[in-house]
Nanobody, 127 residues
Framework: VQLQASGGGLVQAGDSLKLSCAASGHTSTIYAIGWFRQGSEKRNEYVGGIKWSDGRADYADSVHGRFTASRDNAANIVYLQMPDLKPEDTAAYYC?????????????????????WGRGTLVTVSS
């Protein structure tokens, strides 16, 4: 599975961005896609995730109620809609794929549970 995140950019506080994560290769094996970000502290922070088959989503407390993950299975793309961006959202955003299923679970906040990672896309929010 190969992943490519895109859609980042330089925006002002309050603006919106929609990130895309395009998957290719053995996409039929994907169980879940997770979004992570690395800010200036270089800490890998879980943002949210989505179950590939049915779109059930999970979010970190820091973005819950503000960011929305969705997917287009036909196009093999997962999106992260980010409205009302804040300077603290500034980071490189990465998507990752997990192929191992876990019945009844669609939230995988631990980076180590993912099998494939894509290159990040940089989001910079100015105040």
């Amino acid at each position: 599975v190969q992943l490519q995140a895109s859609g980042g950019g330089l925006v002002q506080a309050g603006d919106s961005l929609k990130l895309s994560c395009a998957a290719s290769g053995h996409t039929s094996t994907i169980y879940a896609i997770g979004w992570f970000r690395q800010g200036s502290e270089k800490r890998n922070e879980y943002v949210g995730g989505i179950k590939w088959s049915d779109g059930r989503a999970d979010y970190a407390d820091s973005v819950h109620g503000r960011f929305t993950a969705s997917r287009d299975n036909a196009a093999n793309i997962v999106y992260l809609q980010m409205p009302d961006l804040k300077p603290e959202d500034t980071a490189a955003y990465y998507c990752a794929a997990r192929v191992s299923p876990q019945r009844g679970v669609w939230a995988f906040p631990a980076a180590g549970t993912y099998d494939y990672w894509g290159r990040g896309t940089l989001v910079t929010v100015s105040s």
